[in-house]
């Protein structure tokens, strides 16, 4: 074990979050980052909190290819109004009566995962409200399979990782709902299997598209926003 990964481990013991034990050590949070996601992996327990539902936003296989011997389905295919956006929401058992859920917004076409949500604890009538929430702007939810769920975040967080992009220093907090996904994902990322941007108001668009520019040279398209 490395000597960083060590001092990682005892910052966390002390309930450090990701971003203070990368202030604390003097390091960028993507260097932290992966090292909380192998010790929460290491120390994870066989019996994770009962799962309650996981959730993901309808039209999420907009541009995405996956073997369907899988059997995952779309109950929205060809309806998205925001292709390449997922959201995914995971509730799981908290005391008798009581939920913890995580949400995640995904850029699954270039950036992986750009918000995260929780962990919450609320009880049934707040789940049913925070899930109306969390896909208000979706034509739909569908309940899908953690393994799914799994593909969607970690994949896609693996994919922009490819592209030169962080992963959200806040994924190792809410990684005990999802569950580790193994091996790679079986999902080809990108629309079509292209990155292809679709900017949003807190992106350095230009920094984005000057990252894939460098990576992948003119193989990949974006959205051009009108600055009127």
Do not use: N
Request: charged content about 25%; hydrophobic content about 40%.
């Amino acid at each position: 074990m490395t000597e960083l990964k060590i001092q990682v481990r005892e910052l966390r013991i002390q309930g450090k979050s990701p971003k203070e034990i990368a202030r604390a050590l003097g390091v960028k949070p993507s260097v932290v980052a992966p090292l909380v996601r192998e010790i929460a992996a290491e120390t994870a327990t066989t019996a994770e909190p009962e799962l309650i539902g996981c959730w993901i936003s309808t039209g999420w296989s907009a541009g995405l290819s996956f073997d369907p011997a899988h059997g995952w389905h779309d109950e929205g295919a060809g309806q998205s109004v925001m292709p390449g956006w997922v959201s995914v929401l995971v509730a799981r058992r908290h005391g008798r009566d009581r939920a913890s859920i995580a949400g995640f917004l995904a850029d699954v076409h270039c950036l992986g995962v750009k918000f995260t949500h929780g962990p919450e604890v609320m009880d049934e009538v707040q789940l049913r409200s925070a899930r109306d929430f969390v896909f208000s702007d979706y034509p739909g939810y569908q309940e899908a399979p953690i393994e799914l769920a799994r593909q969607l975040v970690w994949g896609s967080t693996a994919y922009a990782e490819s592209l030169g992009f962080e992963a959200h220093t806040d994924l190792p907090e809410l990684a005990g709902h999802l569950g580790a996904l193994e091996g790679p994902s079986v999902i080809t990322f990108g629309r079509d299997g292209r990155p292809f941007y679709t900017p949003s108001p807190q992106d350095d668009a230009d920094k984005v598209v000057r990252r894939l520019r460098s990576r992948v040279g003119d193989d990949f398209g974006y959205v051009v926003l009108d600055a009127g």
